[in-house]
């Protein structure tokens, strides 16, 4: 039987890759003064790095899934399915950088890409959940990651129709309306994705931990729904200043507090977390997700801070919301790849020196991501400054103001792309090995 | 604390979905009761503008309502700012600056698109120093 899980997973790989070398590029454009045209100019870099990155961590989580049904059944429609969805994925794929490197492209943000690349994504995702319905089936009583991935693929498809209204005039000539509801998409989209990934986490702590039982128990899908209602509630929180419904921000306002039970709840758990963390320290796949783990603090913490309207008022649209996005689709989505990376291509550091080399990049990795978000802070609450009128200047000499931080951001930025590189370029390149792959 | 309906996730999914396609529905009708009718004219003007701001790819680096790119600034009162004189904004468009290339727009995509910006304008501000933060830890509009 073909592994065709572990394709989607090298191309994700791939696009992470790419993610982290147009995301650079992008960079540094803040230290230029002077527009730059065609493919190198931040008009294309931005939508390029976004879209790498983004389309990489949905088919990672797309991948790792197919890794863990497709054992379950192997019929004619199992491969036909997968099949299919394979081709759509990769025509998508091939369509939107096509877009993106023809200058052909112009729509919402994050999803600038001609529409027309919509339609094989729509239907990939389709045939994605028959294909997730057929290989589960409903005789057993599903446990929870298996709900979370449902959930996820559910509402992508939702969402992803509600990301193309805006071609009826009906919404766009509304301009609230259409903001209020690009908005609505933008939350439950990355909501949808992390339910995927965060399922993913799931399925890796159960079967690195050996513990069955817990995919099963009722606080597990307590939290689960927990998450499910802040994904069709809470996305309101990033639009607090458009003059919209009063009611929306209200039901976001609550919604996002409910996330406090979750935070507390990590540090009710902290000794059991420290245990489990020496306990499983050696093994690679785990290191990851122990990385996961604490980048959720960080960001739960920054991410509840910013949902108290009075504070977002303040944070909303500098760098400190850029930081916080950054920080939870590389410290925890992509480390979440990255574990479940190693867990399936199972490279295993024989000797103790690549072991202690391996761990050195680890460890540089997670401090480049702590300084790169701390620059990114940093330039954030120079603007923040600059928005509420503390400093008398102009837009370009804020800019000016800022320029240690932004160059730190560049040169950290680089260093991420090289470490976070690292890993990924060793798992693509251990993943064409045979019978690495389980 | 009774946790007993959370093993009956089937149930509890359909519930939460309802409520939130109901949540949906109510979101797709603000056009509809919300007081901001437009003449035929220049509702036509206005969502052909927000096509231009898309085609162009403003938000790379402009916001509006703190919403979009970061490298430069946010344009949602960009229109009265510049009011006295469109012309201003109609070269910055043109000829670019700094980082922001220059823009060839044809005439009616330029006049939607200042049409779009000025709606943007009248429908709010994004100035922070408008806002109050209040004791429940929200906002609202100085008096």
């Known amino acids: 039987m073909k592994n065709i899980g572990i394709i989607l997973v090298r191309i994700a790989l791939l696009l992470l890759l790419a993610g982290l070398f147009f995301g650079h590029l992008a960079s540094e454009t803040y230290q230029m003064t002077e527009a730059k045209n065609g493919v190198l100019g931040f008009l294309s870099l931005r939508p390029l790095h976004v879209s790498s990155a983004y389309l990489g961590i949905i088919t990672a989580g797309l991948g790792f899934i197919s890794i863990v049904i497709q054992k379950r059944k192997n019929t004619f429609l199992s491969k036909l399915l997968q099949y299919s969805h394979l081709a759509l994925w990769v025509i998508a794929l091939i369509g939107i950088f096509y877009s993106y490197f023809t200058g052909d492209f112009g729509g919402r943000e994050y999803w600038e890409f001609n529409p027309i690349w919509a339609v094989p994504i729509f239907v990939s995702f389709i045939i994605f959940l028959i294909y997730y319905l057929y290989q589960l089936g409903f005789k057993e009583k599903w446990n929870v990651y298996q709900w979370m991935w449902l959930t996820g693929i559910i509402f992508f498809i939702f969402t992803f129709i509600e990301n193309y209204l805006w071609l009826f005039p009906y919404f766009r000539s509304h301009f609230i309306a259409d903001m209020t509801l690009q908005w609505k998409v933008n939350g439950s989209l990355v909501g949808a994705v992390n339910q995927i990934i965060y399922g993913v986490a799931f399925y890796l702590m159960e079967k690195i931990s050996g513990d069955n039982k817990t995919s099963y128990q009722k606080l597990s899908f307590a939290l689960y729904f927990l998450g499910l209602f802040n994904l069709m509630f809470n996305w309101g929180h990033h639009i607090y200043l458009l003059p919209t419904e009063k009611i929306i921000h209200y039901i976001a306002y609550a919604v996002s507090m409910t996330e406090w039970i979750l935070f507390i709840r990590i540090f009710y758990k902290w000794n059991k977390q420290i245990k489990e963390n020496k306990q499983h320290y050696y093994f690679f796949p785990y290191r990851f997700l122990m990385a996961a783990d604490y980048w959720v603090i960080i960001n739960l913490g920054m991410a509840l801070l910013m949902s108290i309207p009075a504070i977002n008022l303040y944070t909303h649209g500098t760098h400190i919301t850029v930081a916080h996005a950054m920080g939870t689709t590389i410290g925890i989505n992509t480390m979440i790849i990255l574990a479940a990376s190693f867990y399936f291509i199972k490279p295993t550091f024989l000797s103790k020196k690549t072991l202690k080399l391996n761990s050195l990049f680890f460890w540089s990795t997670q401090l480049i991501l702590l300084t790169f978000l701390i620059s990114l802070i940093g330039m954030g609450i120079q603007r923040a400054l600059w928005q509420v009128g503390l400093k008398k200047s102009t837009f370009s000499q804020m800019t000016q103001a800022s320029s240690l931080w932004t160059l730190l951001f560049i040169i950290l930025g680089t260093l991420l792309m090289i470490f976070m590189g690292y890993f990924i370029i060793y798992l693509i390149l251990k993943s064409l090995k045979k019978n690495q792959v389980t | ?143």
């Open chain 2, 1 to 143: 604390m009774n946790l007993n309906i959370f093993q009956q996730p089937r149930k509890v999914f359909i519930i939460l979905f309802s409520f939130f396609f109901l949540f949906s529905l109510w979101i797709y009708a603000i056009p509809l009761f919300s007081n901001y009718q437009k003449p035929v004219k220049e509702s036509k003007s206005i969502a052909n503008g927000r096509l231009v701001w898309q085609k162009y790819n403003c938000h790379t680096c402009h916001q509006l309502y703190g919403l979009g790119g970061y490298l430069g600034p946010d344009l949602t009162n960009t229109y009265s700012r510049n009011k006295e004189n469109e012309t201003y904004l109609k070269g910055i468009i043109k000829s670019g600056v700094r980082q922001m290339p220059k823009f060839n727009l044809t005439d009616d995509e330029t006049r939607e698109l200042l049409a779009f910006l000025k709606d943007v304008d009248a429908s709010g501000t994004a100035d922070v120093n408008s806002y109050q933060p209040e004791i429940n830890g929200t906002f609202s509009l100085k008096k």
